[in-house]
């Protein structure tokens, strides 16, 4: 596989540099990923990028090109050139799963190295990270609006790239799609490959009903014939008609059957083409539905009773469209210094921007009852968290608002898990295990927090240790910034 060394910003690799001189690049750090707000207007974001997270980071070397590319900038020294061509990330990195639901401020991955592999490594795992989970998240919102109907990933030719093709795809199904016409990302991936025809089928006939039959002579199963090259209702919902009525004459009708509208009223015409199947004896017919759809418009047409229960998305999915990134960010928390650490966070005029100091966990509390998401907490590594004792959170911006849970009456989970251990990736789940983990997790949020517009928004509370921390630290550095020690 192609070395990723060079994947990232100039500056990483200036900053290295300069450390290298020092003689500062070896120093532990530890630095933590989380993004700021939830993309869309929505009330969560859906975690996706590990597994190619987990790729580029085994690839993070600098080969004999790469070098020699650094060396042409004729900016660095031999022995600097030496250190990076002989670079391995030997670091640890822990990351909260993927198709886990998460929310903005909470710590998503926890990375500790040395200076030079956080900095050389940040942009490239950020890259990763906010493309990924965005176009999960999108996949999300959609799955959300279509309930249990097909949800099929058509964006490839739409996509930014091929590798956002094929991401884009991977991340759709830990969205909830369920499968791809993505052939590249079935292979890799080991997900289902899936559709139907184009109009170049049907027009590479003189008459659509040749198309349709001659379809039909080659393939057996999931007959979804395009019924909107000419005219929907005129031409061709009746040419399907006279297809699948001689396929039902032959006994070869299959199970997955009907058509595929692409272009005007999707409700108007799948309700009329849904009758006329009924009433030709194929009620069974499945109406798929596509052109430009989102989850805006496909909630739009179910309150409208269009008859479509199977849904191919493209455009609209793979490039994230409303949210053109996930501001996912990479901070220090912390540092050591003579061999002890030390918490470190961005003071910053914009309160937004205040960072989390110290190495932290991140725990997710549910109801006992019903297994239904309560909050999320942010400690301090080492802060004890246990079922059988009463938690109590207070609010950071607002000290006076507490909020108890009783012990007994919930249960907690760490989230963060190792993700790379002394440089080496962990085996990671199956992709089937993560669509499975990323469709309960969904079910553990009320819809209140998952509605489209203007969702409630999960609090992600900080431990009193954690705000004490924060407190102690800001007044030191504004002390310091005052000469008042
Ligand atoms: N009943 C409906 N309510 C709301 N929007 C709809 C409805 N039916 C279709 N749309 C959406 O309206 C947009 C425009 O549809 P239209 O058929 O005019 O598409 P088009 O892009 O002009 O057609 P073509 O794909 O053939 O070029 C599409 O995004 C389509 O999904
Ligand atoms: O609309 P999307 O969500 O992006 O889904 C993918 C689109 O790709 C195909 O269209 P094609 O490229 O043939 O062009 P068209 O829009 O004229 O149908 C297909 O018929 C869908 O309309
Ligand atoms: O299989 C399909 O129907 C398909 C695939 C890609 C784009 N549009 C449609």
């Given at each position: ?37 939830n ?90 990270m906010?493309h ?61 490959v ?49 297809v ?14 009907g ?31 596509s ?17 479509i ?49 110290g ?18 907490l ?108």
């Amino acid at each position: 596989m192609k070395s990723t060394g060079l994947v990232t910003d100039f500056y990483q690799i200036s900053m290295t540099y300069a450390l290298f001189r020092l003689g500062r690049h070896k120093n532990q750090v530890v630095f933590d990923r989380f993004y700021r707000q939830n993309p869309f207007g929505g009330g969560y974001t859906v975690v996706a990028g590990l597994s190619h997270l987990t790729e580029f980071v085994n690839n993070f070397r600098y080969d004999e090109e790469d070098i020699a590319y650094l060396r042409s900038l004729g900016i660095f020294s031999e022995e600097f050139l030496s250190y990076l061509a002989g670079f391995r990330f030997h670091g640890d990195i822990y990351a909260v799963p993927e198709g886990t639901v998460v929310f903005p401020g909470e710590l998503l991955l926890r990375f500790h190295g040395t200076t030079a592999e956080a900095m050389l490594m940040e942009t490239g795992l950020s890259m990763i990270m906010n493309h990924e989970s965005l176009i999960a998240t999108k996949a999300r919102r959609i799955r959300t609006v279509v309930g249990s109907d097909a949800l099929m990933e058509f964006g490839l030719r739409r996509a930014q790239g091929q590798s956002a093709g094929l991401w884009g795809a991977r991340s759709a199904m830990i969205g909830g799609f369920n499968g791809t016409s993505n052939v590249e990302a079935g292979q890799r991936f080991h997900i289902p490959v899936l559709g139907t025809m184009a109009h170049s089928w049907v027009m590479s006939f003189d008459h659509e009903i040749d198309a349709f039959r001659e379809y039909v002579k080659c393939y057996h199963e999931n007959l979804i014939l395009l019924a909107d090259t000419y005219n929907v209702l005129e031409i061709g919902v009746p040419d399907a008609i006279t297809v699948f009525h001689e396929l039902k004459a032959q006994g070869k009708l299959p199970k997955v059957y009907g058509i595929r509208i692409d272009s005007g009223d999707l409700a108007y015409l799948s309700k009329e083409a849904k009758r006329m199947f009924t009433e030709a004896g194929l009620p069974d017919a499945i109406i798929s539905g596509s052109n430009d759809l989102d989850e805006y418009l496909i909630q739009s047409l179910k309150h409208q009773g269009a008859t479509i229960t199977s849904w191919g998305v493209g455009t609209k999915c793979i490039t994230a469209d409303g949210s053109s990134a996930l501001g996912g960010v990479f901070k220090m928390s912390a540092r050591w210094e003579d061999g002890k650490v030390q918490p470190v966070m961005k003071i910053s005029e914009d309160v937004h921007k205040i960072t989390n100091p110290g190495i932290k966990e991140v725990y997710r509390f549910y109801r006992k009852d019903n297994g239904k998401m309560i909050t999320d907490l942010v400690c301090l590594q080492g802060e004890e968290i246990r079922e059988d004792r009463d938690v109590v959170f207070v609010t950071e911006a607002a000290p006076w608002r507490k909020k108890h849970l009783r012990a007994g009456s919930f249960t907690v989970r760490p989230l963060l898990k190792p993700l790379i251990q002394k440089g080496k990736a962990v085996k990671l789940p199956e992709i089937s295990e993560i669509i499975d983990y990323a469709n309960q997790e969904m079910a553990t949020l009320w819809p209140e927090y998952t509605r489209l517009v203007n969702p409630d928004i999960m609090e992600v509370n900080l431990s009193c240790r954690l705000q004490e921390l924060k407190k102690e630290i800001i007044a030191r550095e504004l002390a310091d910034k005052h000469h008042l020690t």
